[in-house]
């Protein structure tokens, strides 16, 4: 994530600077960390601030939203989280406490993520409100193959997986977004709250099932996969 911010930044950014707050148990543990020195050198615009959890250690600390009001002036921020569950959530509300956007954080969890996202506005962004269908045929285009879903069998992504058609995965919360495939035809609800953005026109497989079709008609489902 780093290494992409800084691709903007003596490129098509000249002037935006990117901060960088890494924590640690303890300095012997911290991944990249001759990277992280040597790209201090390197870009100017980067500021890297390295705290480390454990008593004794040097620039002891740990990473919260009071921590953050102390390192960042006062600007406009992109932000981008990734860690325990615990640190994610506890950050995410905190900023959204001091009226950051709900769509200028991002995060990562690995595995179901327990941030639960509120909009900008502050209601909760709503799972589809959609009656998943009784049961519906799901074709997986690029695969050639049609086959029957109902209810018992789990997401979309469960169904390719039990009929052994690839599908890539990760979380399987609706989290990292690796599941996202297209929708050609027919619609998805989701049964989680979708944390990943999965783009135009896409849905990510680990938390969806067909939805219900117009007037009572068979549902179906077509998927590029």
């Known amino acids: 994530m780093l290494e992409h911010a800084l691709g903007g930044v003596g490129a098509s950014s000249p002037h935006r600077r990117v901060y960088f707050i890494h924590g640690a148990r303890a300095e012997s543990e911290r991944p990249f960390g001759d990277f992280l020195r040597r790209a201090v050198d390197q870009y100017p615009k980067l500021f890297v ?43 995410y509300q905190g900023l959204r406490a001091l009226n950051v956007a709900d769509e200028r954080i ?54 390719a997986e039990a009929n052994g058609i690839a599908a890539p995965s990760s979380c399987r919360g609706g989290t990292c977004g690796t599941c996202a495939a297209h929708v050609l035809a027919g619609r998805v609800v989701y049964t989680a709250e979708p944390i990943a953005e999965p783009g135009p026109g896409c849905a990510l497989l680990c938390i969806a099932k067909p939805g219900a079709g117009g007037e009572g008609g068979q549902a179906s489902l077509v998927i590029d996969l």
């Open 106 to 159: 991002r995060f990562e969890a690995f595995g179901p993520s327990t941030v639960t996202r509120t909009r900008t506005n502050g209601a909760a962004h709503p799972v589809a409100e959609r009656a998943v269908a009784a049961s519906a045929t799901v074709t997986f285009r690029r695969s050639d193959r049609t086959v029957n879903w109902s209810a018992e069998q789990g997401s979309v992504l469960e169904l």
């Open 49 to 91: 601030r390295l705290l480390n959890s454990e008593p004794g250690e040097t620039n002891h600390g740990r990473i919260d939203v009071e921590r953050l009001k102390q390192v960042l002036p006062f600007d406009d921020y992109d932000f981008y989280l990734c860690g325990p569950a615990s640190f994610m959530r506890d950050l």
